[in-house]
Each structure stands twice: as C-alpha cells, then as structure tokens.
Nanobody, 123 residues
Framework: QVQLVESGGGLVQAGGSLRVSCAAS????????MGWFRQGPGKEREFVAG????????LYADSVKGRFTISRDNAKNTVYLQMNSLKPEDTAVYYC????????????????WGQGTQVTVSS
C-alpha cells in the first residue's frame, strides 16, 4: 500500500521560514519524481516544485523561485520543501505527490498523493 505522509506545516509570520516533509512508503522511492503542489482557499491545485529521480535536479514555479528549495533523501524515502521569505499568498494546503521518473507540472500526471499539510502565513 502506497502512503505519502506530509508533516511540518503550521502558522508562520510573513518573512518567516518553514520546512515541510513528505515520507513515502510502498514505492521504490528512488525511481519516482516527487512534486509539491498547493491549494489555497477557492483556488485550483497548483504546482510548486518538483525534483527528478535521477540527479535530483529541481523545477520550480515562478512564484516560489528563489524562496523555496526542494530536496530529497533517498535513504529516508523523504522529500522536503524548505520555504523561506514566506508571504501571505503562500497560505495553502501543501501536498506531495509521486510520479514515475519525470517531473510534471500538472496534478493529473501524478499517481500518488499525500493528505496535505496546512501552511498559514500571517501578515
């Protein structure tokens, strides 16, 4: 049974930092590209960042480039999203997702999803 479990969300002031994690089980983690998506109130789910299965090369949405960093630890089957210089518009439920091999930017390209973790940025 595949499980993706996010953790690390919370409430932070604008300008602050937060790291969210996603622990995977039930898949051969090193073969999967991992993505982070978010869904704000009344908004569609959007791509935030992704990391490849091969060399760990990252891909970011323009809105978070330079502020967020995605990384992975294949020994721990875990992917991380370090979020710095947070803004109120970053407030959303953050989801991790897994897709074989190649990073995608569309939610329907991913096979497995976590339950999400709430990130709230106060102004």
């Amino acid at each position: 049974q595949v499980q993706l479990v996010e953790s690390g969300g919370g409430l932070v002031q604008a300008g602050g930092s937060l790291r969210v994690s996603c622990a995977a089980s039930g898949i051969t983690f090193r073969r999967y590209a991992m993505g982070w998506f978010r869904q704000g109130p009344g908004k569609e789910r959007e791509f935030v960042a992704g990391i490849s299965w091969t060399d760990g090369s990252p891909l970011y949405a323009d809105s978070v480039k330079g502020r967020f960093t995605i990384s992975r630890d294949n020994a721990k089957n875990t992917v991380y999203l370090q979020m710095n210089s947070l803004k109120p518009e970053d407030t959303a439920v953050y989801y991790c997702a897994a897709r074989l091999y190649v990073v995608g930017k569309m939610p329907n390209e991913y096979s497995y999803w976590g339950q999400g973790t709430q990130v709230t940025v106060s102004s």
